[in-house]
T-cell receptor, first 113, second 117 residues
Framework: QKEVEQDPGPLSVPEGAIVSLNCTYS??????FMWYRQYSRKGPELLMY????GNKEDGRFTAQVDKSSKYISLFIRDSQPSDSATYLC?????????????FGKGTLLTVNP | GAVVSQHPSRVICKSGTSVKIECRSL??????MFWYRQFPKQSLMLMAT?????????EQGVEKDKFLINHASLTLSTLTVTSAHPEDSSFYIC?????????????FGPGTRLTVL
């Protein structure tokens, strides 16, 4: 079993839809959870950063972490064609000198106008 | 956020040559930088962790003599692919660790697409 599982999609939705992206993980030591957005042939861009369980909202984006279920989600409200990208979940057990991110495979999202 | 640049963005070289890729943190100092490799439709694979002033730490299976990493300053890390071969063709992405806040955050460069003929 991989440490981080993420459905690669592709996921196609109409403009304005609510998008739900998810990852599951097996390592209970993970405490820091991130979502990155990656446009084609570009580097990943940090969208959301969450520590431990709970919700975090930033504009149209909401990140949820459920450590008991080892499950994290990213919700995008009022999706726009410019949201079309690959979304990567990432997580880490520690900060500091041993910091290392473990990534999901990424979910390819297309928002159709 | 923070800005990380990478140069070049794209390079094509002949088999057997060496290629150097630069990664710079533009608005913060980064004692730690990371080098990743990404194949089409795949996730990022960590190759090595680069610490300023010390030797890089390579992930299992990554040839340290082939992928030379130098982190000579707090804003610059370089990856040199030595004696490149077609199988080294890939998208190479660096990231820099921003430790200015209590939450360490990795910011990524735009990537370098290497094609070895």
């Amino acid at each position: 079993q991989k440490e981080v599982e993420q459905d690669p999609g592709p996921l196609s939705v109409p403009e304005g839809a609510i998008v739900s992206l998810n990852c599951t993980y097996s390592n209970s030591a993970f405490q820091y959870f991130m979502w990155y957005r990656q446009y084609s042939r570009k580097g990943p861009e940090l969208l959301m950063y969450t520590y431990s369980s709970g919700n975090k909202e930033d504009g149209r984006f909401t990140a949820q972490v459920d450590k008991s279920s080892k499950y994290i989600s990213l919700f995008i409200r009022d999706s726009q064609p410019s949201d079309s990208a690959t979304y990567l979940c990432a997580m880490s057990a520690v900060l500091g000198s041993n910091y290392k991110l473990t990534f999901g495979k990424g979910t390819l999202l297309t928002v159709n106008p | 956020g923070a800005v990380v640049s990478q140069h070049p963005s794209r390079v094509i070289c002949k088999s057997g040559t060496s290629v150097k890729i630069e990664c710079r943190s533009l608005d913060f100092q980064a004692t730690t930088m990371f080098w990743y490799r990404q194949f089409p439709k795949q996730s990022l694979m960590l190759m090595a962790t680069s610490n300023e002033g010390s030797k890089a730490t390579y992930e299992q299976g990554v040839e340290k003599d082939k992928f030379l990493i130098n982190h000579a300053s707090l804003t610059l890390s370089t990856l040199t692919v030595t004696s490149a071969h077609p199988e080294d063709s890939s998208f190479y992405i660096c990231s820099a660790l921003d430790r200015r806040s209590s939450t360490d955050t990795q910011y990524f460069g735009p990537g370098t697409r290497l094609t070895v003929l």
